[in-house]
Nanobody
Framework: QVQLVESGGGLVQPGGSLRLSCAASRSIIGIGTMGWYRQAPGKQRELVASITRGGTTNYADSAKGRFTVSRDNAKNTVYLQMNSLKSEDTAIYYC?????????WGQGTQVTVSS
C-alpha cells in the first residue's frame, strides 16, 4: 500500500503552465512505472503520461509536445510539467501506478484552464 498526494494545480489562463507534483509515502523505485491521469467533468479517467523506473516516458496524443513527466526516485516524487495549456486540459489530475491500482487513488489536484 502507498499513499499518493498530488499538488500544484490551480487556475491558469490558456497558454499558461503548471507543474504538478505527486509525493509517495514510500519508495517509488519498487513501484515501477508511474502515471499521471486526469478526469474531466462527465468523462472517464484517462492516462495522460507515464514514466518507467528507468525514465522512459510515454504520452497520450493530447499531451505530446506540451507535457513532460519526470521522477525523482530519491524524493519519491513524480512531476508533470504542463505547458501551452488549453481549456480542454481542465480536469482533476491524479497519479498512480501504471497500470493503476484502485486503492491507490488520492484526492487529485484540480487544474482549471480559463481566461
Amino acid at each position: 500500500q502507498v499513499q499518493l498526494v498530488e499538488s500544484g494545480g490551480g487556475l491558469v489562463q490558456p497558454g499558461g503552465s503548471l507543474r504538478l507534483s505527486c509525493a509517495a509515502s514510500r519508495s517509488i523505485i519498487g513501484i515501477g512505472t508511474m502515471g499521471w491521469y486526469r478526469q474531466a467533468p462527465g468523462k472517464q479517467r484517462e492516462l495522460v503520461a507515464s514514466i518507467t523506473r528507468g525514465g522512459t516516458t510515454n504520452y497520450a496524443d493530447s499531451a505530446k509536445g506540451r507535457f513532460t513527466v519526470s521522477r525523482d526516485n530519491a524524493k519519491n516524487t513524480v512531476y508533470l510539467q504542463m505547458n501551452s495549456l488549453k481549456s480542454e486540459d481542465t480536469a482533476i489530475y491524479y497519479c498512480n501506478r501504471d497500470p493503476s491500482l484502485p486503492e491507490w487513488w488520492g484526492q487529485g489536484t484540480q487544474v482549471t484552464v480559463s481566461s
